[in-house]
């Protein structure tokens, strides 16, 4: 009995002194990566486009058809770029289209009128070109006043300029020739010569198109100016309070579409050696649509450079495939209506969709 009260009672083991086991996060697999990229539902539209159009237009199927989508896609997707990076930045430009032609008409009627060389005549519409970007972000930031009435405003100063300034100072809607002006030849060269790879011709806007597409994607993706334009876009008020210049950035932005406009402009001057004064009117809601067709959303703070590209490539492909299907041109504008309306349902529902799955 006394042996058994003098036993010491067992000492409980020791509790373990590392905490118990985080439940796991589950990691978004594969598929809800790829559905979270904004230019995943444009690449699928582009192969479903283009597999339609290879099955139902023989002319389609060569080389020299591509080379040409390729051409009319660039000539979309050069402004596309900038006006993408402005709505992923919550902005828009509806002064785009009319801004290219007035560059291209300033670079005409300065080097034409007061003799100068055409290098000058397209340095000082360049110029030109980023003022009037900046003049846009500069009256979008200190005014409040949204994006789409300023530049809707410079839309129509734009287009009555051009063709006011054109007949007052030419007689004519259009300019005159610029071919034999000095610096004619080595400016083509560079805004609108052709090469030809394995017996294709290809324009160099294509590959300019390309490079200002890298160039996009990379600032957007790998730069801390990629992360202020979503940011800017996302909530510009929270943005700021982290210290992000907004105003700064916005204002970069409409003049980095100013500055591809002039590009654009440039290349339509040196390639057909005279302007009309009337043109470019409607050509802004191209380069809305295939920023919007290529997952961009228009309220901002989502989107990328390359679908952008695949919007317009889509633009191209359309364009071309309906004449080469022999159909009535005139239903490729119902096509862009159609696809603009579904590729908002599509974006919105995509990246719902992704959201959900990442939660």
Do not use: C
Not at 10 to 19: E, K, N, R
Not at 41 to 70: D, H, K, Q
Not at 320 to 343: E, T
Request: hydrophobic share 55%; charged share 10%; aromatic share 12%.
């Amino acid at each position: 009995m006394s042996q058994s009260l003098s036993k010491t009672p067992a000492t409980p083991p020791p509790a373990s002194s590392s905490p118990a086991p985080a439940p796991a996060r589950s990691t978004p697999s594969m598929g809800t990566r790829l559905l979270a990229r904004p230019e995943i539902g444009a690449l699928i539209a582009a192969i479903v486009i283009y597999i339609f159009f290879f099955a139902v237009a023989p002319a389609f199927r060569s080389a020299e058809a591509f080379s040409t989508i390729l051409y009319a896609s660039s000539l979309i997707g050069i402004v596309a770029v900038g006006v993408g990076l402005l709505m992923i930045g919550g902005e828009f430009d509806l002064s785009a289209g009319v801004a290219v032609v007035t560059y291209a008409l300033t670079a005409a009627m300065l080097s034409y009128q007061f003799n100068l060389n055409m290098w000058v005549g397209a340095f000082l519409a360049m110029i030109l070109a980023l003022f009037i970007g900046f003049i846009n972000g500069f009256l979008v930031v200190r005014t409040g006043i949204p994006s789409f009435l300023i530049t809707l405003g410079t839309f129509f100063i734009l287009q009555g300029a051009n063709l006011g300034i054109t007949k007052l100072v030419t007689g004519a809607v259009s300019t005159q020739n610029v071919s034999d002006i000095q610096g004619f030849e080595s400016a083509k060269g560079l805004f609108a010569s052709t090469f030809t790879i394995g017996g294709v011709s290809v324009k160099i806007t294509v590959v300019w198109w390309i490079l200002f597409v890298l160039l996009a994607t990379w600032i957007l993706n790998r730069t801390r100016t990629g992360n202020w334009v979503f940011a800017v876009g996302g909530n510009a008020a929270s943005a700021r309070a982290v210290g992000v210049p907004v105003n700064k950035v916005k204002i970069g932005l409409f003049m980095g579409v100013g500055f591809l406009a002039w590009f654009s402009g440039m290349h339509q001057l040196f390639a057909f050696n005279t302007i009309q004064a009337g043109g470019g009117v409607g050509q802004e809601f191209l380069f809305i649509i295939a920023a919007v067709v290529g997952g961009t959303l228009l309220t901002g703070g989502y989107g990328s450079a390359v679908g952008t590209a695949l919007g317009a490539f889509i633009f191209g492909m359309t364009q071309q495939g309906i004449v080469y299907a022999g159909w009535d041109p005139n239903w490729f504008k119902a096509f862009l209506g159609v696809m603009l309306l579904l590729a908002v349902a599509v974006n919105l529902s995509v990246k719902k969709y992704a959201t959900t799955r990442k939660a």
